[in-house]
Antibody, heavy 130, light 110 residues
Framework: QLQLQESGPGLVRPSETLSLTCSVSGGSISSNAYYWGWIRQPPGKGLEWLGSIYYSGSTYYSPSLKSRVTISVDTSKNQVSLELSSVTATDTAVYYC??????????????????????WGQGTLVTVSS | QSVLTQPPSVSAAPGQKVTISCSGSSSNIGSNYVSWYQQLPGTAPKLLIYDNNKRPSGIPDRFSGSKSGTSVTLGITELQTGDEADFYCGTWDSSLNAVVFGGGTKLTVL
């Protein structure tokens, strides 16, 4: 059974960089046709997608956060990482990682034909405060 | 302001049926598959419907999805108190080149 677990500091100072790791167990992060995504949820608010990465390193980023977000993958550790720079209080949220499905591999090219996230990690609350 | 529009709340009695709408545009719902998520209080979202109307293994057939043009609808029959949750729709937006979600709908089972 595939499981995802987020980890990282629960408190980050304003203007610093938020760093989180998602550890995947029960399956390989190098699975064909799956990306691995980061989604966040500010307290009491809705879901916001940050970006997704393939095991090869290919990425999609949210246009609104692209200048501050970096997602990387470590296949040897079966982990995906998130960095969000220059954080402010508005970046306070529960951060989730999730397997991003809906892709097909055609002639060695990964093509998005649908979008869904399953399963999700339990999430980790990151508070930005001095 | 979310790209996809959902009603903030819906309610119905136990045993009844409820529908939750999600509307978008030609660049998202109109040209891409939609997924739905259920978020029980204090837990992570859970995939309920994918590819507009498919249910993952383990999701009861009380949950259904449909699509018409630039809108999709989640239907839940035989409501139970345990169904009380927030529900989100999501899809790919081909103009933004991004995953977009609705603002969420809180279901109350009276």
């Amino acid at each position: 059974q595939l499981q995802l677990q987020e980890s990282g500091p629960g408190l980050v100072r304003p203007s610093e960089t938020l760093s989180l790791t998602c550890s995947v167990s029960g399956g390989s992060i190098s699975s064909n046709a799956y990306y691995w995504g980061w989604i966040r949820q500010p307290p009491g608010k809705g879901l916001e997608w940050l970006g997704s990465i393939y095991y090869s390193g290919s990425t999609y980023y949210s246009p609104s956060l692209k200048s501050r977000v970096t997602i990387s993958v470590d296949t040897s550790k079966n982990q995906v990482s998130l960095e969000l720079s220059s954080v402010t209080a508005t970046d306070t949220a529960v951060y989730y990682c999730a397997r991003h499905g809906g892709f097909e591999v055609v002639d060695s090219i990964v093509i998005l034909f649908s979008t869904w996230f399953d399963p999700w990690g339990q999430g980790t609350l990151v508070t930005v405060s001095s | 302001q979310s790209v996809l529009t959902q009603p903030p709340s819906v309610s119905a009695a136990p045993g009844q049926k409820v529908t939750i709408s999600c509307s978008g545009s030609s660049s998202n719902i109109g040209s891409n598959y939609v997924s739905w998520y259920q978020q029980l209080p204090g837990t992570a979202p859970k995939l309920l419907i994918y590819d507009n109307n498919k249910r993952p293994s383990g999701i009861p057939d009380r949950f259904s999805g449909s699509k018409s043009g630039t809108s999709v609808t989640l239907g839940i029959t035989e409501l139970q108190t345990g169904d009380e949750a927030d529900f989100y729709c999501g899809t790919w937006d081909s103009s933004l080149n991004a995953v977009v979600f609705g603002g969420g709908t809180k279901l109350t089972v009276l």
